[in-house]
């Protein structure tokens, strides 16, 4: 049989042409005896580089029927479209504009646009903007433009259980989390990393609040522990970036702020809990705080009832063991959430979802990634509609020009003293000053844990009908959406500026880097696959 030398083979102008011939060797070449032309082949394919993937991404573009990115995009157009026209049907005038099902669709749709379009902004050397805020601008964008707001008003009811929902996977993804291994091992710093500044900032946002803007002294604290988080949606992909630099690996500067992270936001949220139970409580100041403590207990008791229960029950041999699991966690959360708000408990809810995941997770050891993913899955559907939601919350006719400037004023000060006191933190761990004033500046960014209690406060003063309460409430809304505006994307920046120049280089190639790095793709991978990575991160988190 005769051999062909590619030699001879002529490489046309046209793409199509290109692609066609292309194809047509590599089928004639799978059709011979010989490896030769193979081999060859496979040189030539490997020698043409980035021009021939380029030319075939333009192949996929314009062959029918389409395949590529054009056929994605067909795909989803049609599932969405898909999707409506379900409800519709079942529906009738509810999914329709001016309906609450429209209104819910339509702010799902333009928050997931709004995020895609955001993480294609792209500046080198830098990580990318966290699409959160573009879901958040969407959801803002839709709530202020008047014609457009009454054809996606969505009732408060829906917005509030919608809100809930996002809160428990938020709740039940922070308590899988935790791992009792890494607690019993971490050094005296990651614990003050953890608790001390948020402490601290929730202590001043609260005197600040108080003072500045005339809330009184527990919603203060709510305030304060609503703006003492910290965002693993922004920490955590800019950390792995300057990991995967080899930036502070030495160190361990991005180890210690990725694990401390969760912890952090633990506590914001059990703080709030806490505040939140004693300021719906009828009576003396003696009373409230008792109150407080009681709603604690229960939320304590209850999660340990449950998460001892889901240790043993679906039992190990049962089939889809993953499935049941993920199913009875988020059931009993979505129940306990909303049945301590029935019960006027606000408070035991969250704290019962914490303990009761912490719990069921050490019980399921190693097995408990799969309940993970399954949550996380959810997560990617609730995360563009709880920043929707929380955006169009707010609306410029409510915004009063003194509450903007002096919840500005709250949010900075806050944010200067938790900066102070998280440097005085790391200051006897063994860190040059320029790691110190590093770990300080990258413990600013708030995003996930703002928009997931932000406005828990005010759904709940609008069920009980308190209108004193609804105004405290919408201020600490209003605070915690500039919180996330503000410091999400100045965080990032600072982090991916910041950190080549405050942190020690060190050789990434070796196995120990490859271990160290969290996440991190093969040394082979292109710096698009890494961006990408980066983007999914995000929506994790």
């Known amino acids: 049989m005769s051999m062909y030398d590619e030699r001879h083979i002529q490489i046309p102008n046209s793409d199509t042409e290109n692609c066609l011939i292309q194809d047509a060797c590599i089928e004639k070449a799978a059709a011979m005896d010989g490896s030769t032309f193979v081999n060859s082949a496979e040189q030539s394919v490997d020698s043409a580089g980035p021009d021939l993937e380029r030319q075939q991404k333009r192949c996929h573009l314009i062959t029918c029927p389409p395949q590529g990115f054009l056929a994605s995009v067909v795909t989803k157009v049609v599932m969405i479209l898909l999707v409506w026209g379900v409800v519709w049907s079942i529906t009738g005038a509810e999914c329709q504009p001016g309906g609450n099902l429209f209104g819910i669709l339509f702010l799902l749709l333009c928050a997931v646009v709004g995020g895609k379009l955001l993480g294609l902004i792209k500046i080198p050397t830098l990580p990318p903007l966290p699409p959160l805020l573009g879901m958040l601008l969407a959801g803002f964008l839709l709530r202020n433009v008047p014609v457009i707001r009454d054809a996606t008003y969505i009732k408060h009811q829906w917005s509030s259980a919608l809100r809930n929902l996002a809160l428990v996977i938020i709740l039940v993804r922070a308590g899988l989390g935790l791992d009792p291994k890494a607690l019993r091992k971490l050094k005296a710093v990651c614990v003050r990393l953890s608790l001390g500044p948020c402490c601290v900032e929730a202590c001043a946002a609260a005197v600040l609040a108080h003072f ?4 009184p002294w527990i919603w203060g604290f709510i305030l304060g522990f609503v703006l003492g988080a910290v965002s693993p949606a922004v920490v955590v992909p800019s950390m792995l970036i300057l990991q995967k630099e080899g930036f502070g690996v030495e160190k361990g500067v991005p180890t210690l702020l990725m694990a401390a992270g969760s912890f952090d936001d633990v506590l914001a949220i059990t703080g709030f809990n806490t505040c939140l139970g004693v300021a719906f409580s009828s009576g003396s100041t003696l009373n409230n705080i008792l109150r407080g403590v009681l709603e604690v207990l229960i939320g304590v008791a209850a999660g340990a009832i449950t998460g001892f229960f889901l240790r043993f029950f679906p039992s190990k041999d049962q089939k889809s063991l993953s499935m049941k699991r993920a199913y009875l966690i988020l059931g009993l959360s979505v129940f306990a959430v909303f049945t301590s708000s029935y019960l006027n408990f606000p408070g035991s809810g969250g704290l019962c979802t914490l303990v009761m995941a912490f719990l069921a997770g050490i019980g399921w050891a190693g097995n408990k990634g799969a309940v993970e993913d ?30 903007v400037g002096l919840g500005i004023a709250t949010l900075m000060i806050a944010l200067t003293v938790r900066i102070f006191f998280t440097f005085l933190m790391v200051h006897f761990a063994g860190f040059n000053m320029k790691e110190k004033l590093f770990i300080s500046l990258a413990w600013m960014p708030k995003a996930t844990v703002q928009a997931a209690i932000g406005s828990v406060a005010l759904d709940t003063a609008r069920n009980r009908g308190d209108k004193e309460a609804e105004e405290f ?37 070796s196995n120990t880097d490859n271990k160290t790095a969290v996440g991190e793709e093969d040394r082979g991978d292109t710096n698009e696959q890494e961006q990408e990575k980066i983007q999914v991160l995000q929506s994790r988190f």
């Open 374 to 403: 399954i949550v996380g899955t959810l997560w990617n559907i609730f995360q563009p509609m709880l920043f929707g939601l929380i955006g169009a919350e707010v609306t410029v006719a409510s915004l009063s020009p003194i509450t």
């Open 473 to 509: 409430g919408m201020n600490v809304l209003t605070v915690a959406f500039l919180a996330i505006l503000i410091t999400a994307p100045i965080g990032a920046l600072i982090i991916g500026l910041a950190g080549p120049r405050m942190l020690h280089k060190t050789n990434t190639d």
């Open 212 to 215: 500045l803007l005339g809330m």
